[in-house]
């Protein structure tokens, strides 16, 4: 079994910052990719951003893209989420989630079934 949970979440202006943290305990010998993804209220939870735990490479939803930054510390076994320039509509939950299975290098897992474990969330409010 692993464990993930997240931090960081807040209420922030328009056009502030957030760094959200997700630390991963247990089995974590088998973790292959972690990733982000959000939830706003009446929508389905979408895709944000993932990092292949070894080697790094990062994968980002385009609406993303210039504006989140992933980043992961192996020591810590903990993957980061920093936020830029946030918009109101960046507004939802934040989950983190984890992978303990091995992807194929030419693709990210994008899709909610491709991950095993999921945190709890947490809310990230932007205001205008």
């Known amino acids: 079994q692993v464990q993930v949970v997240e931090s960081g979440g807040g209420l922030v202006q328009a056009g502030g910052s957030l760094r959200l943290s997700c630390a991963a305990s247990?089995?974590?010998?088998?973790?292959?990719?972690m990733g982000w993804f959000r939830q706003a209220p009446g929508k389905e939870r979408e895709f944000v951003a993932a990092?292949?735990?070894?080697?790094?490479?990062?994968d980002y939803a385009d609406s993303m893209k210039g504006r989140f930054t992933i980043s992961r510390d192996n020591a810590k076994i903990t993957v980061y989420l920093q936020m830029n320039s946030l918009k109101p509509e960046d507004t939802a939950v934040y989950y983190c989630?984890?992978?303990?299975?091995?992807?194929?290098?030419?693709?990210?897992?994008?899709?909610?079934?491709?991950?095993?474990?999921w945190g709890q969330g947490t809310q990230v409010t932007v205001s205008s």
């Open positions: 990092i292949r735990w070894s080697g790094g490479n990062a």
């Open positions: 989630a984890l992978r303990s299975r091995p992807f194929g290098i030419a693709t990210m897992p994008r899709n909610v079934y491709e991950y095993d474990y």
């Open positions: 247990g089995r974590t010998f088998s973790m292959y990719v």
